[in-house]
């Protein structure tokens, strides 16, 4: 499956609601393999971002549902980046003329 990095951001209400964090951690995932995607890991983060995910999912559309769904409910914002695993680099440097 592809593989995606999410760096996320709390918002204004995300911080408002901080102390129910924690909880909506395994929601997310729940959500996460109802849609037949893996969450590989959840991590709190100092500096720009609040976190980071690390998600298979089975497309790209899948994956930009799960993350559309999770920013509607307006307690983060998200940036999400295709990741490559290393066999996948090498088939497309393969490709290279």
Known sequence: MPGYI???KYTQ?????????PERIPQLKAAAE????????????LG?????????A?????????MM????QGNVTTQTMRAFSEDE???IVSRLP
């Open 6 to 8: 999410v760096l996320y």
């Open 13 to 21: 209400q995300g911080m408002a609601n901080i102390k129910g964090a």
């Open 34 to 45: 109802k849609a037949g995607m893996r969450v590989v890991g959840l991590w709190i983060t």
């Open 48 to 56: 720009e971002y609040d976190a980071v995910g690390i998600f298979d």
């Open 58 to 66: 089975p497309n790209d559309q899948v994956m930009a549902g799960a």
């Open 69 to 72: 769904s999770q920013a509607s």
């Open 89 to 91: 680099f090498t088939q």
